[in-house]
T-cell receptor, first 116, second 111 residues
């Protein structure tokens, strides 16, 4: 158990719909990262938050957005869903950035999104 | 962040050492080498990391060449439970921003 909790574990929804994926980081971790993994693909970095602020953005679509709340949990919002958005979405957390160097990231078990 | 190159797949006999190579020829002086693995479709699991010295922990050993352009992850006695995809990434200190894991090496441990 990594200590990172993602809900829901599975999600099936129709094209055009909007969903929200939730991530609770490990206790004390300030950084949250979101990754997308399509079938037989590597993990693609989407976005990073640190203590409530966006710190880095990867190849995240404009239809996707995220935020980190004061209690440090994070949500990834996916809208106008398309079939190609079907994937595993992972959240990871680490203790920090900047002065907190070389801290490994701990990954949750992912949310499997299926768009039909 | 520097990119890495790994063989797409490898086999290893159970009980033998598994040596997984990674090329990172464009690594910068302040970039660390990290290894993760992903068993089936579970969340990736941290294994080990290093800068320039060889490292060992309870899971594996990491050997980094003197020029830091390549590294090898060693699982000393592979078991069936080590069957997984192994990812080698390099990153600067201070976070995982914009690090994409690539497709890694699919290690199959054979009975």
């Amino acid at each position: 158990d990594s200590g990172v909790t993602q809900t829901p574990k599975h999600l099936i929804t129709a094209t055009g719909q909007r969903v929200t994926l939730r991530c609770s980081p490990r206790s004390g971790d300030l950084s949250v990262y979101w990754y997308q993994q399509s079938l037989d693909q590597g993990l693609q970095f989407l976005i990073q938050y640190y203590n409530g602020e966006e710190r880095a953005k990867g190849n995240i679509l404009e239809r996707f957005s995220a935020q980190q709340f004061p209690d440090l949990h994070s949500e990834l919002n996916l809208s106008s869903l398309e079939l190609g958005d079907s994937a595993l979405y992972f959240c990871a957390s680490s203790s920090g950035t900047g002065q907190h160097r070389n801290t490994e990231a701990f990954f949750g078990q992912g949310t499997r999104l299926t768009v039909v | 962040d520097a990119k890495t190159t790994q063989p797409p797949s490898m086999d290893c006999a159970e009980g033998r050492a598994a040596n997984l190579p990674c090329n990172h020829s464009t690594i910068s002086g302040n970039e660390y080498v990290y290894w993760y693995r992903q068993i089936h479709s579970q969340g990736p699991q941290y294994i080990i990391h290093g800068l320039k010295n060889n490292e060992t922990n309870e899971m594996a050993s990491l050997i980094i060449t003197e020029d830091r352009k390549s590294s090898t992850l060693i699982l000393p006695h592979a078991t069936l439970r080590d069957t997984a995809v192994y990812y080698c990434i390099v990153r600067v200190s201070g976070g995982y921003q914009k690090v994409t894991f690539g497709i890694g090496t699919k290690l199959q441990v054979i009975p």
